[in-house]
């Protein structure tokens, strides 16, 4: 797979507006709307994938900068995790005119619920010009992210592109919840208030560099698209469609996997070396 064009045009933050654009085939509005909103979350999650390639090679991703996050989802047609995904939907969304803060949560997805995970996951938390309130935003949660915006009110189901999804308040904290199988799913518990570009940082070079993170220990990738969920772990790749069907596949082999990565995730591998000694060694885990 060849890299994208080369930047045309890129502002003083370091963000090239136009070649995000093209990467996520997006040619509609660019006003602060809720309508471009839901527009740019729905391209975004359809073309860039979340992957972690990075950290399972042991390379931290500690540089957040708009220059650092469009050169490597947008110019070099990589995908990244949730400090990377929602970092860059931040830039972008703040350089059309939206208001956006950090927020950062504590995934609880398929744990005991008395379990309690570091804060290590970012969304964002975006109002729309002269409309009231505030939108959840969420590009970067891998197998479950949230393929559309939504309101950031409490006990009120709301669909998206995929999922009903509701928030609900738990002590000091809300909780993002799914509806799976007819069954309400706990995603991540998180809080209001804005964080700091040096907190994100933190949090970033902690999953990619923790020994026991779960993004150095083993390969994920993840893809949204209009029909269905791709979602892949190690050498175990299922696909969830909208219409309630699944399908599961074992591939065989390390070379299998990139195969995947590259062709169903499209993700760029040029110039990415040590990837399929790398891969065999955890397609098990």
């Not at 002590?171 to 309400?184: H, N, P, T």
Request: aromatic letters at 6%; hydrophobic letters at 35%.
């Amino acid at each position: 797979m060849s890299t994208l064009p080369a930047p045309t045009v890129t502002n003083s933050s370091g963000l090239d507006i136009d070649a995000y654009f093209r990467r996520i085939h997006h040619t509609g509005p660019s006003t602060p709307t809720i309508e471009t909103l839901r527009a740019l979350v729905a391209a975004h999650t359809r073309t860039i994938p979340f992957e972690n390639i990075d950290p399972l090679l042991g390379v931290p991703v500690a540089d957040l900068s708009a220059t650092a996050l469009t050169e490597k989802l947008v110019h070099r047609g990589r995908g990244g995790y949730c400090y990377e995904h929602n970092g860059l939907m931040r830039y972008v969304l703040s350089e059309l005119g939206f208001e956006v803060d950090a927020l950062t949560g504590r995934v609880v997805w398929m744990q005991a619920e008395d379990h309690l995970p570091a804060r290590t996951h970012q969304v964002c938390a975006v109002t729309i010009p002269g409309v009231a309130g505030k939108y959840l935003v969420d590009v970067g949660f891998g197998g479950q992210t949230l393929s559309s915006p939504i309101h950031m009110i409490t006990d009120e189901v709301q669909s998206t592109r995929h999922e009903p999804y509701r928030i609900r308040r738990r002590d000091q904290e809300l909780v993002l919840e799914a509806l799976i199988r007819d069954e309400w799913q706990p995603l991540y518990r998180f809080t209001e208030d804005p964080q700091p570009q040096i907190d994100l940082e933190v949090g970033s070079w902690y999953v990619s560099t923790h020994p026991e993170s779960v993004f150095v220990v083993g390969l994920s990738a993840a893809r949204v698209t209009d029909d269905a969920r791709w979602n892949l772990r190690g050498r175990n790749l299922a696909v969830h469609g909208r219409d309630g069907s699944s399908t599961r596949t074992r591939l065989g082999s390390a070379d299998e996997v990139i195969e995947v990565l590259q062709r169903d995730f499209g993700i760029n591998l040029d110039g990415v070396n040590g990837l399929r000694d790398r891969v065999e060694v955890v397609l098990d885990t």
